[in-house]
């Protein structure tokens, strides 16, 4: 008999409910399934399929069992269902093949699909976490950022430096000192093309952004990727100037972050027009020239109050790459530039397309810089307002004495006769000055080219005279009772060993002084220098202007200690005014920008030095050196002119200093390393140089005397021979090296040490050379 078949609730799933636990009588723990081999008669059951899980895509996807032979008998082993599934530990739910009988089977290109799913599925979700940790990494370094500057509400933008304009007594700007170069200006006094044009091609959003340019930066950073490099830099005109105000010119990441925050604080603290204003004073156009006023003065010799618009388009081209595109010495670059910048304000409608065409077809034009002579001035007057309001920290306007059309006449003498002499005579630098009698400064030119070197060798150079000096020894003399016609002997003399000689070793016996200055007899300034004492020509010196130390030396008498031209000019110019002492000068005033007088200089005299007697012995004896001696070329038509030259040991500096009742004018001529010239003497190019200038400075000005002297200056007598222009010593020379030398005119009649009959100091019983001995031996 067969045994009853088993239920369908017999399982595992019927014996659930019943008692749970084991055999062994342990509660709590599930009973195995029972396994028992099957019955005969009943169908074999088939192994359960094995389950494959795709990891990417958490979909169960069945192996397909292999095919039995029995298959037919029953369709196969049905599959768990997903209850027993889940609570059994193992396996997938059914497929829809196993549900209808057959084996599992994966559809064609299922895992296909599922996999390429799957990797999109995977993308999005890291690019989300990519995104969320580059906004957490985002706020973090803009956290740290911020802790590294100053708080905001500290922040204050820096304020400008100031800046000293330097103008003419004619009210022309000579020269801008400071770290700005130029005065700011207000942004309604710019013409509107002016800003406009920087905002065309730095930053066209500039009213609409925050402070950041989205749309540029991001425009700029495609183009950088791109081009795999910096092709642009996309900031914006905020941006830039918070550079220029807080930041380092460092190209780093860190510097950019700090940028843009501030930047974003600008924008809220200023408004718009402030911004732009703060930009256009400050930003740097290349030259030397900071901010929009220092730029159109230093390009195009104009305000930025009157730039036309092409002026303006250069302007606004220069700011990206001031260095490289400055017109003054890449023209061609900063005109392409500029023509960008007219194409973007016609793009924007900022400028009529006929002022374009215009603008396009007149570009324009670029001053040439100078020999830069005023620069010499600008240096000088700096330390002169330095000594009188100290430091500058508020903007300043100088007014000073200097005449712009005087100083461009002596910058072009001194450099034409540079040009055509100096090769020849061996000579490369020279200065000049020119005062009026009363001290006033009207020209200044510290070298041949200020650009080339800007040691001022007017102001701080200090070299020997040679006989420029003289005339302070003659004044000397003529002070303690000597005449123009007292005579001293030209023959040689010995101190201690030292045998000064005149320039030919000539001698000419008893001449006048006017004689000996004229002709600048070496013996007798030194005999007279003896006669007083160096110490009392020192003092005399001293007196009429020179600040330099002087040696109380029988050298003296040759002009071998040091002094500078300003100085010596300015000792000069009692001899012009009729004896009243000066210090040379060159400021007027100094105000503000807004015309607040902060210094007037005062218009008191300094006193007498000179008795008017004995200027007008001292400008009859000079005035000789133009008629008969050594500085033959210095007359001037129609003019009482009176100087001196000078030439050092060696010709190694070549002097002359000349004057009128106008203009007290002195040369200097040399080299920086005291190399010796080519027998270069102050009768020579000196000269010429200071003729040069005076003919011109002269030219349409009536005609003033000099205090002793009327009219023009007489013709001179004709000579046997000329005297040798500016020879050291002043000594003569014939007009033919083969004939004899000139014989000085002879002294006035009448006896030795009078003149026209009137006593005079009368030399020693023993002769002047033993009255010498008798004072250097100190008997």
Do not use: C
């Amino acid at each position: 008999m067969a045994p009853p078949k088993r239920s369908r609730d017999s399982g595992p799933a019927a014996q659930k409910g019943g008692d749970s636990r084991g055999g062994d009588g342990r509660a709590g723990e599930r009973r195995a399934p029972e396994v028992r081999p099957p019955e005969r008669g009943e169908p074999r059951r088939g192994k359960p399929p094995v389950i494959i899980v795709d990891e990417d895509a958490q979909v169960g996807i069945p192996r397909p069992a292999k095919r039995r032979r029995d298959d037919d008998i029953d369709g196969g082993t049905p599959m768990p269902q997903a209850s027993e599934t889940k609570r059994g530990g193992g396996g997938g739910g059914r497929s829809t093949a196993a549900r209808k009988g057959g084996a599992a089977r994966p559809r064609k290109g299922g895992k296909a699909k599922a996999r390429k799913g799957s990797l999109l599925g995977r993308g999005v979700y890291w690019m989300a976490v990519a995104g969320l940790w580059a906004v957490v990494a985002a706020g973090g370094l803009f956290a740290w950022v911020a802790l590294h500057l100053p708080p905001v509400h500290t922040l204050e933008v820096p304020k400008r430096p100031p800046t000293v304009q330097i103008v003419g007594m004619d009210g022309t700007l000579m020269a801008s000192r400071g770290d700005m170069g130029g005065s700011a200006i207000a942004l309604k006094e710019m013409p509107a093309h002016l800003p406009n044009a920087f905002i065309a091609i730095e930053d066209r959003r500039f009213y609409t952004h925050f402070g950041l340019d989205v749309i540029g930066l991001a425009r700029a950073a495609w183009a950088n990727v791109t081009r795999r490099g910096i092709a642009q830099g996309g900031s914006s005109i905020t941006q830039q100037l918070a550079k220029n105000l807080f930041l380092r010119p460092e190209r780093t990441l860190m510097r950019k972050l700090e940028e843009a925050m501030l930047a974003v604080w600008l924008e809220q603290k200023f408004s718009k027009r402030e911004i732009l204003e703060l930009y256009l004073n400050r930003v740097y156009f290349g030259s030397g020239a900071y901010g929009v006023e220092a730029a159109a003065q230093r390009y195009f010799g104009k305000s930025a109050r009157e730039v036309s618009v092409g002026e303006a388009a250069l302007l606004a081209g220069l700011v990206k790459s001031p260095s490289r595109l400055a017109p003054t010495r890449n023209y061609g670059g900063a005109e392409r530039r500029a023509q960008l910048v007219l194409a973007a304000m016609a793009e924007e409608g900022m400028v009529p397309d006929a002022t374009i065409k215009a603008a396009l077809a007149d570009p324009p034009r670029v001053v040439k810089p100078g020999g830069g002579s005023a620069g010499y001035v600008a240096d000088w007057v700096m330390d002169v307002v330095n000594d009188i309001v100290g430091q500058v920290e508020d903007d300043l306007v100088v007014e000073t004495t200097v005449d712009p059309a005087l100083q461009i006449l002596a910058e072009r003498a001194l450099i034409d006769t540079l040009a055509q002499r100096g090769e020849r005579f061996g000579v490369q630098q020279g200065a000049l000055v020119a005062m009026t009698p009363e001290g006033a400064v009207r020209a200044l030119v510290g070298g041949r080219n200020y650009q080339e070197s800007q040691f001022n060798r007017a102001v701080a150079a200090k070299r020997q005279p040679g006989s420029a000096f003289k005339p302070f020894i003659y004044l000397t003399a003529i002070e303690r009772g000597l005449r123009p016609d007292t005579l001293r002997d030209d023959k040689p003399i010995a101190v201690k060993g030292w045998k000064p000689e005149n320039y030919t070793r000539e001698y000419h016996g008893p001449v006048t002084l006017t004689q000996a200055l004229a002709h600048s007899l070496n013996t007798v300034s030194v005999r007279l220098t003896l006669e007083f004492g160096p110490t009392a020509v020192m003092k005399t010196a001293y007196r009429l202007g020179i600040a330099s130390k002087l040696e109380p030396n029988a050298s003296l008498a040759l002009g071998t200690s040091e002094t500078s031209l300003l100085e010596l000019v300015d000792a000069y110019t009692p001899f012009a005014n009729g004896g009243l002492a000066t210090v040379p000068h060159v400021v007027e005033r100094v105000r503000s920008p807004k015309g607040k007088v902060i210094y007037a200089r005062p218009s008191s005299t300094l006193g007498r030095v000179i008795e008017p007697a004995s200027v007008a012995m001292m400008n009859q004896m000079m005035r000789e050196t133009i008629r008969v001696g050594t500085a033959r070329n210095a007359a001037l038509p129609g003019w009482p002119v009176a100087g001196k030259t000078g030439t050092s040991q060696d010709f190694r500096d070549g002097w002359f200093v000349g004057y009128t009742g106008y203009l007290v004018t002195g040369v200097w001529l040399g080299n920086d390393d005291s190399s010796p010239t080519r027998k270069m003497t102050g009768g020579g190019p000196p000269v010429e140089a200071w003729s040069r200038f005076m003919r011109s400075a002269h030219s349409g000005v009536p005609v003033v005397d000099l205090p002793g002297l009327s009219g023009p200056i007489p013709s001179p007598p004709v000579l046997s021979g000329a005297p040798v222009a500016g020879a050291p010593g002043g000594a003569t020379m014939p007009a033919s090296s083969a004939g004899p030398p000139p014989a000085l005119a002879p002294p006035p009649s009448g006896p030795v040490g009078s003149i026209g009959g009137a006593p005079v100091r009368p030399a020693a019983a023993a002769g002047l050379d033993g009255w010498f001995l008798d004072r250097l031996g100190g008997r």
